[in-house]
């Protein structure tokens, strides 16, 4: 075989075609899934499933014996451990006294505004995780709730520390969840920095020391280190309100310095995810995510007025 | 063809331990900065490559990487193109010499390196990855390319016996 390189060997090369034009596949392959997919297409569906009864199988007895293995290691730590929750505890009792005096208080104060009580109240599906991808490319984890336990596509994960991660797919029994640390481009979150109740979008995730990016943080907003950031509630009527995602380590200019950007130390660990909650938002209607975001940031209360006015009796037909 | 199916399976089972109980390998799993990542499977295929001929190293690859998209990747197509590259040009690499413990280590050293390079390339190239080419060299490509000849390393003997004994009932067969 001759390796002179012309024209007409290029074309006689087969290898050289095949490879070429396999490359124009892969790439008009990506292209057509690249955007957000609403559903996923039945093959994959069925794979997907398939699949998820090998990892049940593999995935829970391996986490119960390193759940037994962390017990054994924890046994050390049991007594410091006890004595901390023990006057966490003193504390508890306190604070659940004021929440349940907050509370009265907060629906003694809608009942005198006539506002219906509209708590943005969730309900916690227990889901394990079953799977996650082998390399850092997708960061994502499969959990073993589907569609046929009432998952939908959005919803938030968290663990009992905080937020992790949003269902980016389902199948009938298995869903795929994208972590925090693997935001792609045009998949934003909207957050507000609780304190100073002021509006942030996470739209990145420095891998290099593990910090959330939040950026269009207004510039007078007076941003401290330390301070929580939870999710807004605004965008996706999924999300709730309230979800914890972590403190602010670092405050920097934004990109265009009209804007300022944090760091965020996420507050749950995206490693070790062995058990997580699906978070189900029970507040069907639109007009009262809107009322009951906040009172304290003023153009939201105009929109609420503008809303209530046309869309109150709707909702009550409804009812 | 029994044989065959035996090696699907064990692709399989490698593919699912990747994705489940091999999770704690990884040093930044336990809070560190590099990351390992097994690429079990692909050391499997290039295995299957040497000894079984590149065609049969391509399918194998085709089809596990396809299966790899659809489970972990939003995209499809990303996995699959690199574990058939990889597995084709593995195999014809292995047409050129003998074969040794040391052509085996280079070849899976060079292939893997390569397939992160493509996977890596292609997501950069449609922004869903967006960490620096310097960093991921450093933490990701090279701690992973350790860990993968050290698994190469060790299963040698045992896949080459295993793969050796389909190949010549291959040929026995053919004749």
Known sequence: ?319 | MISYLWLTLLLFALMLSEGTVLQFISPDAWGGNLQMIPHFVLVGIIYIALYLGRRTGLWFGLTLGLLQDILYSDVIGVYAFGMALVGYFSGLAFKLFHQSLLLVLLTILLSVLIYDLVVYGFFTMFGLVQTGFHWTVMNQLIPTLFLNALFAVLVYIPMGRFLSGISIEQNEHNF
């Open chain 1, 1 to 319: 075989m001759k390796w002179v390189f012309t024209l007409s060997n290029f074309f006689a090369n087969k290898r050289l075609i095949i490879l070429l034009s396999s490359l124009i596949i892969l790439i008009i392959l990506m292209g057509i899934t690249l955007g957000k997919r609403e559903n996923a297409t039945w093959p994959e569906r069925f794979i997907r499933d398939t699949v998820s009864l090998g990892q049940n199988i593999i995935s829970k007895p391996a986490y119960a014996i390193a759940g037994f293995f962390e017990r054994v290691r924890g046994m050390y730590q049991i007594y410091e451990e006890n004595r901390v929750l023990k006057s966490n505890l003193d504390r508890f009792a306190q604070l659940s006294a004021d929440v349940t005096r907050l509370k009265n208080e907060n629906d003694r104060l809608r009942e005198m505004l006539d506002a219906k009580s509209r708590y943005n109240d969730y309900r916690l599906h227990f889901a394990q995780v079953i799977g996650r991808s082998p390399d850092r490319w997708n960061q994502v984890v499969i959990i073993d709730l589907g569609e046929k336990h009432g998952i939908k596509n959005g919803m938030v994960v968290i663990t009992s520390r905080g937020m992790v991660g949003r269902v980016q797919s389902t199948s009938n029994f298995s869903s795929k969840v994208e972590l925090l640390s693997d935001i792609e481009r045009g998949n934003y979150l909207s957050a507000i920095i609780e304190e100073i109740q002021e509006y942030g979008v996470i739209e990145g995730y420095d891998a290099t020391n593990h910090y959330l990016i939040m950026n269009k943080i207004p510039m007078e907003a007076d941003i401290k280190l330390g301070q929580q950031v939870t999710t807004s509630g605004l965008g996706d009527p999924v999300i709730p309100p309230g979800i914890i995602i972590g403190e602010v380590m670092e405050i920097v200019p934004g990109e265009y310095g009209l804007t300022k950007m944090a760091y965020i130390k996420p507050n749950a660990d995206f490693y070790r995810i062995h058990e997580v909650f699906v978070v189900e938002r029970i507040a069907p209607e639109v007009l009262g995510e809107l009322e009951s975001e906040d009172s304290t940031v003023e153009p939201y209360i105009e929109d609420h007025t503008v809303n209530s006015g046309e869309d109150a009796p709707q909702g009550e037909g409804n009812q």
